[in-house]
């Protein structure tokens, strides 16, 4: 059997030889090949020349660079494009993630039939109020909106057997919901195991204060992708038929009430002079072009398979 391991990594040199040098100890202890696969996602350090230095005299290494920096979902989905194991495992590149948690979580995965194991990093090394209770935060409302009873779904210590990584597309940053993404597709053998995290060994996270505000902005997405990203229509053309229908009514009502005063020489205004009229009319016509919205999003949905794309510079 062959392990993949993918390490997306952006500016790690001085962590990359320590890394190599740990995973390569644990992997030949086991009785399984592997390859170790580097993307570097246009560091402007000297990461790619140690990762050159490396590859001279370890065939194993493979390692693909960007042209510039497109972010860790596009460096892992390049990763689980070039990956040929049956067992893939994912980690960061700063030392943060351990090693030699690959040959139990093998068991794990395989013992219990599993389709991914993600990493739970109970005790963190991190800032509490930076880091830790947004984490918190964002696995929470992970949690409650995916179903997945996961309490570390951006640890980037995870297994997958090989059908998995080869079924999901990770774009954007969705990189913090793989499980999820890997839940839509039918892959629903997801657990976790409690894995050692390290602190931070040289450098500084990539991540600034930015990153809480797209979490959040992704995980709704996500949510509704899961939801309606196969069927728009029936999100838009329900809420289109929905305003339609009440300004429909409310039209209807507007005119009888006018024919009513009529009839009876009842005090009346115009139509026209009714805010209500407006009203009315605003909900059809907004009803309308969600409905539009909706039958639109399907046409795309049938004639148009969205792709994202990346520059690399070498690949070795």
């Given at each position: 059997m062959l392990i993949s391991v993918v390490i997306p990594l952006l500016n790690e040199a001085d962590s990359l030889s320590e890394l190599y040098a740990r995973l390569n100890k644990v992997l030949n202890d086991l009785s399984f090949e592997y390859e170790i696969i580097f993307i570097d996602d246009g560091s402007s350090d000297n990461s790619w020349g140690t990762i050159k230095s490396l590859k001279k005299t370890h065939p194993e290494i493979k390692a693909i660079r960007f042209s510039k920096n497109y972010g860790k979902s596009q460096a892992l989905h390049a990763g689980f494009n070039l990956a040929k194991g049956e067992i893939v495992f994912t980690m960061d590149a700063d030392l943060q993630d351990s090693p030699e948690e690959i040959p139990e979580m093998i068991s794990v995965l395989q013992d219990n039939n599993l389709d991914i194991?993600?990493?739970?990093?109970?005790?963190?090394?991190?800032?509490?109020?930076?880091?830790?209770?947004?984490?918190?935060?964002?696995?929470?409302?992970?949690?409650?909106?995916?179903?997945?009873?996961?309490?570390?779904?951006?640890?980037?210590?995870?297994?997958?057997?090989?059908?998995?990584?080869?079924?999901?597309?990770?774009?954007?940053?969705?990189?913090?919901?793989?499980?999820?993404?890997?839940?839509?597709?039918?892959?629903?053998?997801?657990?976790?195991?409690?894995?050692?995290?390290?602190?931070?060994?040289?450098?500084?996270?990539?991540?600034?204060?930015?990153?809480?505000?797209?979490?959040?902005?992704?995980?709704?997405?996500?949510w509704f992708f899961s939801r309606f990203g196969k069927r728009p229509m029936h999100f838009f053309g329900a809420l289109g038929v929905l305003m339609f229908v009440i300004g429909l009514l409310s039209a209807i009502y507007i005119g009888a009430s006018k024919l009513y005063k009529l009839y009876h020489g009842l005090p009346n205004i115009l139509v026209v002079d009714n805010p209500f009229f407006y009203i009315a009319l605003t909900s059809m016509i907004i009803g309308v072009q969600l409905f539009l919205a909706g039958f639109i999003g399907e046409l795309i949905l049938n004639n148009q398979s969205s792709k994202f794309r990346y520059n690399i510079s070498e690949k070795i």
């Open positions: 194991l993600s990493g739970w990093k109970k005790k963190r090394y991190d800032s509490i109020l930076f880091k830790n209770l947004p984490s918190k935060l964002f696995n929470f409302a992970a949690r409650k909106t995916s179903g997945l009873k996961l309490h570390d779904f951006n640890c980037g210590l995870k297994a997958y057997k090989k059908e998995v990584i080869k079924s999901i597309d990770v774009k954007g940053e969705m990189h913090r919901y793989i499980p999820v993404l890997a839940k839509n597709e039918g892959f629903t053998r997801i657990d976790e195991k409690p894995v050692k995290h390290q602190a931070r060994k040289f450098g500084q996270t990539k991540f600034g204060a930015e990153r809480f505000i797209n979490g959040f902005l992704d995980l709704v997405s996500l």
